[in-house]
């Protein structure tokens, strides 16, 4: 899954104990390497990055995501790349459809609060993260998932900063041309996420 994911996956303020570590770590964790890149956080903010390593885990390891990806790798030529185009995707289908699976916040207000809370504490990211947070909070990235064009946008980043993902900028046309097939997956699979992440932070 990807940030709008990953953030919202974090819990809510009125709810989860050390919530703002939850979401600081869930972030870092996209620069933390192994237990000893772990051991430096503080305990609340390792289980930020230990939430955001499960999540990738259950995500990659399940088999509507896997037929997902499959499906994008055969249609499309993405081969490696498919698994990417998917977590992107999903967050796509997460932003269109914000208010059937967060109810209580619009996006645009749960974007803003997720940017004031993350550069707040930007000390605590990993330095080559910083400019993405920057960029993120800039364009806005999280409400412009909602929108094919930001999807395409994403993806086309990607491909530029990626070596050898030149592939990608052709991953948005994909994911789009088989939009109902990646429609019902992500509505069967991403009850199943939140169950998964409920009972880890339970």
């Given amino acids: 899954m ?4 990953h953030l919202l996956l974090s819990g809510s303020p009125a709810t989860t104990p050390h919530y703002e570590d939850l979401v600081v770590g869930n972030f870092a964790a996209e620069a933390v390497r192994g237990r000893a890149g772990l051991l430096v956080y503080p305990e609340p903010v390792q289980r930020g990055i230990r939430l955001h390593r499960f999540i990738d ?40 459809d914000f208010a059937r699976y967060h109810p209580a916040e619009p996006l645009p207000q749960f974007a803003q ?15 080559r993260l910083q400019p993405l947070l920057h960029h993120m909070r800039l364009g806005d990235w999280l409400t412009g ?7 395409q946008q ?5 491909s530029r900063r990626v070596p050898a993902g030149a592939v990608m900028a052709t991953g ?11 429609e019902a997956d992500f509505a ?10 409920e009972e880890l932070l339970s």
């Fill in 57 to 96: 885990s259950f995500t990659d390891a399940h088999p509507i995501v896997r037929r997902t990806t499959a499906r994008l790798r055969a249609a499309s030529g993405l081969g490696k790349w498919a698994g990417v185009v998917a977590d992107m995707g999903y967050d796509h289908l997460l932003a269109r």
């Fill in 188 to 197: 069967e699979f991403w009850p199943e996420l939140r169950a998964g992440v």
């Fill in 154 to 158: 994403a993806l086309l980043g990607l």
């Fill in 2 to 5: 990807n940030f709008l994911a």
């Fill in 145 to 151: 998932y909602a929108h094919p064009t930001g999807l």
């Fill in 113 to 127: 609060r997720q940017y004031a809370l993350l550069h707040a504490r930007r000390h605590e990211i990993p330095e």
């Fill in 172 to 182: 948005a046309a994909a994911f789009l041309a088989e939009l109902p097939a990646y």
